[in-house]
C-alpha cells in the first residue's frame, strides 16, 4: 500500500468552478509538497508545508498533521490550470519525498 | 537563475544499448536525487547524493543501473544493457539541502527515455 493516496484520480471541472485535491499519508512527515506537472512538462514545486495553511495567488493548500491529510484548493479554476496535481511527502527519518501518484486535472472553458 | 538542467530531453534508442542521462544541479545545492517516472508506477526515488556521496542507492533497479557524481555540478545515470521496461521519464532534482531538512526539491525538465 503506497504511504501517500490522493484523491480523486481524475477530475474534470468547468473554468470557474472552486476544485479540492485530496492527499491521505500514513507516516510522521516533516514536509509535505504539493507539485504540479503540465503535459509533456517538468514538474514545479507549488507548496511546502508543514503546518497550516498556505495561499499563492488562487492556489490554497491547507495540513492537518494529527489527521495527516491535506488539501489542494483552486480558487476560480481556469483552463491553464489543467495538469497533474502531485502530493508528496518528506517523513521525519528520511530526505527523498515519497510520491502520491497523482491527480489528473482538466479544466474545460 | 539557471534551474536544474537535464540532457537530452528525449532518447529513442534500441535494447541493449548504453544510455546516459545527464543532470547540472543549481549552483551550490548539495543534494542531488535521481527519479525515474511511469503510468504504473508513479515517481520513484532511484539515488541520493548528498555532496557529491552516493547516500542511498535502494531505488536503483538492478546492477544495469548506476550513477555517478564526480563534482558538484554534473552527475550522470547510466543504464547498460538498456530494456524496454526501462522506458520512463527520468527526472533529476536538487535541493539546499542536510538531511531531513525542509528545502524544497527543483526539478529538471526530466528526460523522456524510450527502449525500443
Known amino acids: 500500500k503506497n504511504e501517500v493516496e490522493q484523491s480523486p484520480q481524475n477530475l474534470t471541472a468547468q473554468e470557474g468552478e472552486f476544485i479540492t485535491i485530496n492527499c491521505s499519508y500514513s507516516?510522521?512527515?516533516?514536509?509535505l509538497h504539493w507539485l504540479q506537472q503540465h503535459p509533456g512538462g517538468g514538474i514545479v514545486s507549488l507548496f511546502m508545508?508543514?503546518?497550516g495553511k498556505k495561499k499563492h495567488g488562487r492556489l490554497i493548500a491547507t495540513i492537518n498533521i494529527q489527521e495527516k491529510h491535506s488539501s489542494l484548493h483552486i480558487t476560480a479554476s481556469h483552463p491553464r490550470d489543467s495538469a497533474v496535481y502531485i502530493c508528496?511527502?518528506?517523513?521525519?527519518?528520511?530526505?527523498?519525498?515519497?510520491f502520491g501518484k497523482g491527480t489528473s486535472l482538466l479544466v474545460t472553458p | 537563475d539557471a534551474g536544474v538542467i537535464q540532457s537530452p530531453r528525449h532518447e529513442v534508442t534500441e535494447m541493449g544499448q548504453e544510455v546516459t542521462l545527464r543532470c547540472k544541479p543549481i549552483?551550490?545545492?548539495?543534494?542531488l536525487f535521481w527519479y525515474r517516472q511511469t503510468m504504473m508506477r508513479g515517481l520513484e526515488l532511484l539515488i541520493y547524493?548528498?555532496?557529491?556521496?552516493?547516500?542511498?542507492d535502494s531505488g536503483m533497479p538492478e546492477d544495469r543501473f548506476s550513477a555517478k557524481m564526480p563534482n558538484a555540478s554534473f552527475s550522470t545515470l547510466k543504464i547498460q544493457p538498456s530494456e524496454p521496461r526501462d522506458s520512463a521519464v527520468y527526472f533529476c532534482?536538487?535541493?539546499?539541502?542536510?538531511?531531513?531538512?525542509?528545502?524544497?526539491?527543483?526539478f529538471g525538465d526530466g528526460t523522456r527515455l524510450s527502449i525500443l
Open positions: 508545508l508543514s503546518s
Open positions: 508528496a511527502v518528506l517523513s521525519n527519518s528520511g530526505y527523498a519525498l515519497n
Open positions: 547524493f548528498n555532496n557529491n556521496v552516493p547516500i542511498d
Open positions: 532534482a536538487s535541493s539546499l539541502d542536510i538531511p531531513y531538512s525542509n528545502q524544497p526539491q527543483h
Open positions: 549552483s551550490g545545492h548539495n543534494s
Open positions: 507516516v510522521g512527515i516533516s514536509a
